[in-house]
C-alpha cells in the first residue's frame, strides 16, 4: 500500500559512495510511494523502551524551548516562534519522528499557563490530528520534584495536571524530572500507581545516578512494574553516563537511555566558534576557550560527515544511535532543524569512526553538567 502523505514527508534517498552506503534527505511535498517504506532501514525501525511495551522512534524531538523564556529564545516568546515550533511538529511528524518530550516546567518563567510546553504540544497535537486522525504521537513529560510534593499522591496529581494541559487522558512515558532529596519513596510508588490506573503506559526517570537508578529499578519491579528508561545529559563531549556506572547499568539492568541535549545545545552543530559564541546561559558553559579547545574534534566531525554527505549535526545525532539503547532528543525550534535531525537515521557511521570521534572527545575537558546528577 502506497504511504500517504499530505504534507511535507521526509524521502531518504540512498545511493553508493564508495564503499559506504550514503543517504541523503530531501523533502518532497505530496510524496506517496512504497518506495519510501523499502527504502527505511532497521535504525529507523522504533526502539521499544526497556522491557516496557512502548516503543518510540530511534529519534525523538525534545520541547524544552516551546514557549519558555528562562533559557532559550533570547528570553522572549512570541507569534513568530510559536509558528515555528509547529513547523517543527508538523516536519518531525512528516519525517516519521513521532517521540516528543517536555515537562510540566518547561515553558515562559516554568509558567503552567498558555505558553507552557505541554499545552503547546497538546495543541500541536490536536490540530494535526484535526487534519489526520490517524496519526499517532507518543508523548513523553515528567514530574517536578518540588520541596512541597511529598508522597505518592503528589505524583498523579501532577500527571493529571500534566494530562489536562495536554490535552490527553494518558501519556506515553511518564518521568522523574529529577530526585528529591525529601520524597523518593514515594514518588517511585506514584509512578507505579499511575501505571496501575491506566494514566500512563511507561514510567521512566530522569537525571538519576547509579545508585538512585538501581533502587528505582527494584522497587518497580516489587511491583511488576518495568523501569522504562533514565534521561540523562549525553553527547559526544558529555559522556559522564559512560563514567559514572548510568550507561552500564541501564545495559545491565535492561533500561532505556533517552539523551537530552545531545547535540550538546547547538555546540556540536559546528555554527559556533570562539569568536561567535552562543548567546544566554550558554555562553557560561561553552566559552570562547572550551570552543577553541573543541575544534579538532568539529573539524573531524566535518570531515566524516561529507563522506557520508552529511552535516555535523547529523554525524553527532548518529554517534548516539549508534550506541546501544540510546534515544537521543535534539530540541527542534524549527521545521529546517526537524528536517535536518531525520538525516541522522536510515545510516551508521562506521565502527572505527565512532571510535575515533570518541577518543577525540576524550581530550576534550567536559563540560559542566546539571548539579541534581550528583543528588
Known amino acids: 500500500m502506497a504511504l ?16 559506504r552506503r550514503v543517504h541523503t534527505t530531501t523533502v518532497r511535498r505530496g510524496v506517496a510511494s512504497e518506495d519510501f517504506a523499502a527504502l527505511k532501514s532497521s535504525e529507523e525501525e522504533k526502539l521499544k523502551l526497556g522491557a516496557s511495551e512502548l516503543k518510540v522512534t530511534r529519534l525523538g524531538i525534545g520541547a524544552w524551548s516551546w514557549g519558555d523564556t528562562s533559557y532559550w529564545n533570547n528570553f522572549e516568546w512570541d507569534d513568530r516562534k510559536l509558528k515555528a515550533a509547529k513547523a517543527a511538529f508538523d516536519t518531525s511528524v512528516d519525517c516519521d519522528i513521532t517521540f516528543f518530550d517536555t515537562a510540566e516546567v518547561y ?3 516554568l509558567s503552567l499557563g498558555a505558553i507552557n510546553s505541554e499545552t503547546l504540544l497538546g495543541r500541536f497535537i490536536k490540530e494535526r490530528k484535526e487534519k489526520d486522525p490517524k496519526v499517532e504521537v507518543a508523548v513523553a513529560t515528567k514530574f517536578a520534584a518540588l520541596p512541597w510534593r511529598l508522597g505518592r499522591q503528589s505524583v498523579l496529581n501532577a500527571l493529571k495536571d500534566s494530562l489536562c494541559r495536554l490535552g490527553v487522558s494518558s501519556v506515553e512515558l511518564y518521568q522523574l524530572h529529577w530526585p528529591g532529596v525529601w520524597g523518593n519513596e514515594g514518588y517511585i510508588d506514584g509512578l507505579g500507581d499511575a501505571v496501575e490506573q491506566g494514566l500512563v503506559k ?3 526517570v530522569s537525571n538519576y545516578n547509579e545508585r538512585r537508578l538501581r533502587d528505582a529499578y527494584e522497587k518497580l519491579k516489587k511491583r511488576g512494574i518495568p523501569l522504562a528508561s533514565n534521561q540523562v545529559n549525553y553527547s559526544l563531549i558529555y559522556r ?13 539492568l535492561g533500561i532505556s537511555l533517552i539523551a537530552y541535549s545531545p547535540i550538546a545545545q547547538g555546540v556540536l552543530t559546528g555554527k559556533y566558534s570562539p569568536e561567535n559564541p552562543p548567546a544566554g546561559p550558554r555562553s557560561r558553559i561553552y566559552t570562547p576557550e572550551f570552543l577553541t579547545r573543541l575544534q579538532p574534534l568539529l573539524n573531524r566531525i566535518r570531515e566524516i560527515g561529507e563522506g557520508y554527505s552529511k552535516t555535523p549535526t547529523q554525524v553527532a545525532l548518529n554517534w548516539l544511535i549508534a550506541q546501544e539503547n540510546v534515544v537521543p532528543i535534539p530540541g527542534a525550534k524549527t521545521a529546517e532543524q526537524a528536517e535536518e535531525f531525520a538525516g541522522a537515521l536510515g545510516w551508521r557511521l562506521a565502527d572505527e569512526e565512532i571510535y575515533e570521534l570518541r577518543s577525540l572527545a576524550s ?7 546539571f548539579p541534581v546528577e550528583n543528588l
Open 4 to 19: 500517504q502523505v499530505s504534507s511535507a514527508t521526509c524521502f531518504f534517498r540512498v545511493f553508493s559512495h564508495g564503499n
Open 107 to 109: 515553558g515562559s518563567r
Open 202 to 204: 511507561a514510567v521512566g
Open 240 to 252: 559522564a553516563p559512560e563514567e559514572n556506572g548510568v550507561k552500564v547499568a541501564c545495559d545491565e
Open 363 to 369: 581530550e576534550i575537558r567536559p563540560v559542566t553538567g
